[in-house]
Structures are given as structure tokens and as C-alpha cells.
């Protein structure tokens, strides 16, 4: 577990953020997260406040309080689903957070189960009348890097407090139909002393894909406001 924290964890993961910074030379970055990557980006910001001149989260995952005060992405997708995968769904749990018996996989096995959420969440995307972007070939999924995040967060923690370091420019972006809830959203954005939260009507989660012109000039005025 350790050994999963200092190399694939979140720590190391906003490392490699400050890395990238110093190779291309930056004193200062604009950093775009969609996601977990929101999630990220905010966590860079609190590490590294000084080195960040704006950024934009695009339905930001709602980590930054653990347990989390909502229901979470996996207890919203089980509520969407239609009755005949629920039984399939709840025995996919069982296996996904059966971290009694995690190292005796591999990065395989743990790669082949992480693929098996996919069918899932599109499924619960359908209740939504919503379809996710379209994935190319060559970008499967990680095996143990998941469970690294897993392990790195912990059971309990609370990020909010140290958002509050970050004085850049924050635009928090929130699609109305994204099955996280628009509370969550606000929530990343009240954590920001210098914070605007945007609401794309008729989006999900991948508001870029789903309304990328109305999410391109959003994004892109935000930007000209901050150069």
C-alpha cells in the first residue's frame, strides 16, 4: 500500500504536474481538468498556489470530502440502471472494492476489472438520454494506478480547507444533466476565494463533447480575462 502511494498515488501524480512545469519552463500554468482531473488540478493549486495562474474544472469528482457527504458516482450510476443489470452491477462492486484480496491480482486482472464499469455508467448515461464521447483504440485503462488513488486518499479526509490557499481565478464547470449533482459542483467552487461556477444546460459529464461550442466560448472567455 505504500509502496502504491509514493509511485502511482496522488502525491506522485502532482509531482508529475510540477515536473512537467519545470521541463517546459513555466513560472506560472492554466490547468484544465475534466474529472478526476479536476480533482487533481485543484490538489496541484493547494500543493503549488504560487505556480498556478488560473483554472478551469470541468465536473470536478467529488473527492475532496471522504466519506462523501452525497451519494457517490457509484451509488448515482446503480440508481439509473435498468432492473436487469442491477444484480450483475452489485456483485461487480463486491469485486471492485475487494481490497482484502487485491494483491494476489495483477495488473491485469485489476485492469480487466476496472474496464468492467464502463458498461455501467453508459447504461446509467442512457437513463439520461446522454451518450459518452467517443473512446479510440489504445487508451485502455490502468490497472494498479486506481487502487494507488484509492490508497493515497484513504478512508477519511477533507480537502476544502486548503483550496483556500489558491488566490488565481477558478471557473467551476457544471453540466445540468450530469449525474453529479450541481451542490457538488458548487461545492469546489465555494472552496475558491476567486471562484465562478457555470452552468451548460443540456450537458452531462462531457459537456465538451456534448455542447462544445457553448462550452468552447465559456471556456475561452474565461481564459481572455485572465492572460
Request: glycine content about 8%.
Amino acid at each position: 500500500m505504500k509502496t502504491l502511494d509514493r509511485t502511482l498515488g496522488l502525491g506522485a501524480q502532482i509531482a508529475d504536474i510540477e515536473r512537467i512545469r519545470r521541463i517546459l519552463g513555466e513560472e506560472k500554468l492554466v490547468l484544465i481538468g475534466h474529472s478526476f482531473g479536476g480533482f487533481l488540478a485543484s490538489l496541484y493549486a493547494a500543493e503549488f498556489p504560487g505556480r498556478v495562474k488560473a483554472l478551469v474544472l470541468v465536473a470536478p469528482a467529488t473527492l475532496l470530502v471522504m466519506p462523501s457527504e452525497g451519494s457517490d458516482l457509484f451509488e448515482q450510476v446503480g440508481n439509473l440502471l435498468p432492473p436487469e443489470l442491477k444484480d450483475d452491477y452489485a456483485d461487480f462492486r463486491k469485486r471492485y472494492f475487494d481490497f482484502s484480496h487485491m494483491f494476489t491480482k495483477s495488473e491485469a486482472d485489476l485492469a480487466a476489472l476496472n474496464s468492467e464499469f464502463p458498461k455501467y455508467y453508459v447504461a446509467a448515461l442512457e437513463a439520461r438520454n446522454l451518450t459518452p464521447p467517443h473512446v479510440s483504440g489504445g487508451n485502455e485503462n490502468g490497472g494498479w494506478m486506481v487502487y494507488a488513488m484509492y490508497m493515497s486518499m484513504g478512508k477519511r479526509h477533507d480537502y476544502r480547507p486548503a483550496m483556500g490557499r489558491v488566490a488565481a481565478p477558478v471557473l467551476v464547470v457544471h453540466g445540468a444533466l450530469d449525474l453529479q449533482s450541481e451542490n457538488a459542483d458548487r461545492q469546489y467552487a465555494s472552496c475558491f476565494p476567486n471562484s465562478t461556477l457555470a452552468v451548460i444546460q443540456g450537458a452531462g459529464h462531457f459537456m465538451y463533447d456534448e455542447q462544445p461550442e457553448v462550452f468552447s466560448q465559456l471556456v475561452g472567455k474565461f481564459l481572455e480575462k485572465v492572460r
